[in-house]
């Protein structure tokens, strides 16, 4: 018998339960978070934590490492110069291109517009925003 325990590596990125949607949504603020998940999921040269000049950045990941299902990181640099409003529209920008990425995951339309893409985005932006105003 063996003795040794196995030590599961848990994620330190928040993941959200998406439901339906065939992917996993995660978010940080924490650049070490990012790229200690980025080892866990075995991807090999991991994008930038924030892309330059930016405050925000979604990354869509797909085929790659271990990754076996569509995985959305929203990482969001940490920043007391911005207001909660600077922030909020942060988020939603975010969470458009979390929802195109949901949509091309489903195999449909990257763009489908309407009251589907409306609720798709204000969840997104919602769950975003309850995890960011609880760390402040």
Known sequence: MDTKKTRMIKPRIKYFETGPWPIYLGFTRDETS???????LNIPNPPDFVTKNADATT?????SGNITLTTIIICVKPSKKHSK???TALVAHEAVH????VCEAMG?????????????????????????????
């Open 34 to 40: 990012f790229l200690s998940e980025m080892r866990r």
């Open 59 to 63: 990354h869509i990941l797909s085929g």
């Open 85 to 87: 409003e600077q922030h």
């Open 98 to 101: 979390v929802w195109w990425g």
């Open 108 to 136: 449909g339309d990257s763009h489908p517009g309407g009251e589907h893409e409306a609720y798709g985005v204000q969840w997104i932006t919602q769950v975003i925003l309850e995890e960011l105003w609880k760390k402040r």
